[in-house]
């Protein structure tokens, strides 16, 4: 092969590496930059807006309670959800905000909670992730 012929192939075996190893390099950023924050309202009408949230794994929820009212948030099948995030969003929460992320491992499907204080008056919300 005549020494040209071998600089073409090894610059376009370079650029083929270079492209791939970008290629890499981009999906495993991806997933983390395209998560999405979801905002619910935990209402003085003894709701939470919106009652369902759909989302995918690794999005956050933050759980806002402008009123002031006692209201938390008791996720049905905690399981699972790491119990540190789940026991905070359990405790009463004030005039303020709490939220977690889904795990990224979350399999898809729908996870009901609701407002222990409140439940009795139908304060319910689920979560749908894709």
């Known amino acids: 092969m005549k020494a040209w012929m071998k600089s073409i192939a090894r610059r376009a075996s370079l650029l083929v590496a270079a492209v791939v190893l970008f290629a890499g390099v981009l999906f495993a950023v991806a997933p983390s930059a395209l998560a999405e924050t979801h ?4 209402t003085n009408l003894l709701k939470f807006s919106p009652e ?3 989302a995918k794994a690794g999005d956050t929820i933050v759980w ?6 006692p209201h938390n948030v ?3 099948d905690a399981s699972k959800f790491d119990a ?3 026991k905070k969003l359990g405790q009463l929460l004030g005039k303020g905000e709490a939220g977690f992320t889904l795990p990224s491992d979350l399999p898809a499907g729908t996870y009901n909670y609701y407002c222990a204080p409140h439940r009795g008056a139908g304060m319910a919300g689920k979560i749908v992730v894709q």
């Open 39 to 42: 905002s619910v309202e935990m």
């Open 84 to 86: 540190a995030e789940v």
């Open 52 to 54: 369902t949230v759909t």
């Open 64 to 69: 806002s309670n402008p009123a002031g009212l």
């Open 74 to 76: 008791v996720l049905e």
